[in-house]
């Protein structure tokens, strides 16, 4: 009798915990039922790709309506971990210090895929952080898809997965096209444009951080099809957060492209603790894009002939000395055409690349500012259609 007491609570107890168990597991069928008949949940197989972004769409409505989420960037992590394996790559259509670029095929669409090399596995990280910040996604930012690491050939690839723009970058564009003035705005505008949203902080519960790029040249601009531009290549971009006054500065070796860089940074006196520094040399650069594209830019029907900043000053491959010497101590900057005289809105964006390029990075102007002084000269060149919804 004294046995059968503690055998009987013992087996009451035990009747408690499973009914508790298969009670918890039915309300878990019931859960994951309620999720498999909700379209606005994530859902991939090789037919069809669900997205919160785009509602109840295939991945072709996703890739547009992406770019106007509010939310972080890229798919959701559990999505994203298997893209390589749901990604087939097609070809290599670009190559540089980081790694390759590939366009790939992904549920019958094109995307682009940057492959790093493993050794570059700070410049992956970073890019991938940076392009998940809440906010990121505009028009004229690249379109993150996703990241993923892979083994091929028994060697670790990285992989960085967004939208595919046929047109190439903005380098390539230049070198096989020329320019009227609406097409040289549309350009110059949507480029100004997404630097504007980089280099601005908002504020909120979901607020996002400002954003400088230090890399901004004309190969790390593509050219999407409509004509205007996004930003990319996020390798050494740095962060700021006013609210915390905190700077995320990368641990990348990476210091960005000689030829464009600022006079502050090739004499070393660039302030590293004061994120307004890389603001300003951001914009330094932007200048010198700007020059590119208005070299292109036909007037009367002249034009001039693809050519990099400081292309009759410098080697192909310029070192810091090279660079220093010139934009340092000689302080020269690129040549202006003549030409351009004669053209009121080329000889204004001639005054808005010498702001930009300053010698003295304190009276550089801002993104916005050169914004709106870009938008009020197409507003007065009667060949530049200003109302165009596509201008940016």
């Known amino acids: 009798m004294a046995i059968l007491g503690p055998v009987i609570v013992l087996g009451m107890l035990a009747a408690v915990i499973v009914l508790f168990m298969r009670r918890n597991h039915r309300k878990k069928l019931l859960a994951a039922r309620a999720i498999q008949s909700d379209p606005d949940c994530f859902l991939a197989d090789a037919d069809l790709l669900r997205a919160t972004a785009a509602g109840d769409s295939t991945l072709r409505e996703y890739l547009d309506a992406s770019l106007t989420s509010g939310s972080g960037s890229g798919l959701p992590l559990l999505i994203q971990r298997t893209l390589a394996k749901q990604i087939s790559l097609s070809e290599c259509i670009g190559k540089g210090r980081y790694g390759e670029v590939w366009r790939g095929v992904w549920h019958g669409e094109n995307v682009a895929v940057k492959i790093f090399f493993s050794r570059d596995e700070a410049s992956w990280s970073r890019e991938t952080e940076i392009y998940s910040t809440v906010l990121l996604r505009h028009e004229n930012i690249l379109g993150y898809i996703g990241s993923d690491m892979t083994s091929r050939n028994s060697c670790t690839q990285l992989w960085l997965v967004t939208h595919y723009h046929s047109f190439g970058s903005l380098y390539d564009h230049l070198n096989r096209t020329t320019l009227n003035h609406h097409q040289m705005m549309k350009i110059c505008l949507s480029i100004v444009n997404g630097l504007v949203h980089l280099h601005t902080e908002i504020f909120g519960t979901q607020g996002k951080p400002a954003i400088a790029h230090r890399d901004i040249k004309s190969k790390n601009i593509l050219v999407k099809t409509n004509g205007t531009c996004v930003i990319a290549d996020f390798g050494l971009a740095v962060s700021y957060s006013q609210l915390s006054n905190k700077m995320d500065i990368p641990p990348n070796p990476r210091v960005g492209t000689k030829r464009y860089m600022s006079p502050e940074i090739l004499d070393e006196s660039i302030n590293m603790d004061c994120f307004e520094s890389f603001k ?86 801002s993104a916005l500012r050169v914004k709106k002084t870009l938008i009020k000269l197409a507003c007065a060149d009667m060949y530049i259609h200003c109302s165009d919804g596509d201008m940016m």
């Open 280 to 365: 300003k040399a951001d914009i330094y650069a932007l200048g010198l894009v700007l020059w590119e594209v208005c070299r292109r830019t036909k007037a009367n029907g002249i034009f001039e002939e693809y050519k990099a900043p400081y292309h009759d000053l410098v080697p192909m491959d310029p070192s810091f000395d090279d660079m220093r010497k010139v934009i340092c101590i000689d302080q020269q900057r690129p040549v202006l055409p003549n030409r351009w005289v004669s053209d009121s809105t080329l000889n204004a964006m001639t005054k808005v690349m010498k702001e930009c390029w300053h010698q003295n990075a304190n009276v550089r102007l």
